[in-house]
Nanobody, 128 residues
Framework: QAQLEESGGGLVQAGGSLRLSCAAS????????MGWFRQAPGKERNFVAG????????AYADSVKGRFTISRDNAKNTVYLQMNSLKPEDTALYYC?????????????????????WGQGTQVTVSS
C-alpha cells in the first residue's frame, strides 16, 4: 500500500510558476499510474494531469494543457507537476493520487474513482 505526500504549494502572482512534488512510499511506486487532481472551494474535484507507470503516456485537462507538465522519477519515488503561467482560476487544493489497477498498461485514467491512493493535498493560491 502506498502513502503519498504532496509539497510545493503556496501563494504566487498570476503569470508565475510553481512545482508540486508528490513523494510516495512503497517499493511498487514504479508500477503505479499517477495523477494530479484539484478542488476549489465549493466545487468538485477535477482531473488536472496524469502519467502512466512508465512515464510513456501523459494526459492533461484542457484548462492546463500547454501550461502544466507532469513528470516522474521512479528512482526517487516522486511525481512532479510543473505549473507555469498560473491563473487565478488555478487556485485550489491539489491532490496527488496513485493507482495500481493498470499495471503494465500505458493507461492514464482521468476518473478519480480509478485511483486508490491519495495524499492530503497542498494548497495553491494564485493572486491577480
Amino acid at each position: 500500500q502506498a502513502q503519498l505526500e504532496e509539497s510545493g504549494g503556496g501563494l504566487v502572482q498570476a503569470g508565475g510558476s510553481l512545482r508540486l512534488s508528490c513523494a510516495a512510499s512503497g517499493r511498487t511506486f514504479s508500477s503505479y499510474g499517477m495523477g494530479w487532481f484539484r478542488q476549489a472551494p465549493g466545487k468538485e474535484r477535477n482531473f488536472v494531469a496524469g502519467i502512466s507507470w512508465s512515464g510513456g503516456n501523459t494526459a492533461y485537462a484542457d484548462s492546463v494543457k500547454g501550461r502544466f507538465t507532469i513528470s516522474r522519477d521512479n528512482a526517487k519515488n516522486t511525481v512532479y507537476l510543473q505549473m507555469n503561467s498560473l491563473k487565478p482560476e488555478d487556485t485550489a487544493l491539489y491532490y496527488c493520487a496513485g493507482t495500481s489497477r493498470f499495471r503494465g498498461q500505458n493507461v492514464v485514467p482521468r476518473n478519480d474513482q480509478n485511483y486508490d491512493y491519495w495524499g492530503q493535498g497542498t494548497q495553491v493560491t494564485v493572486s491577480s
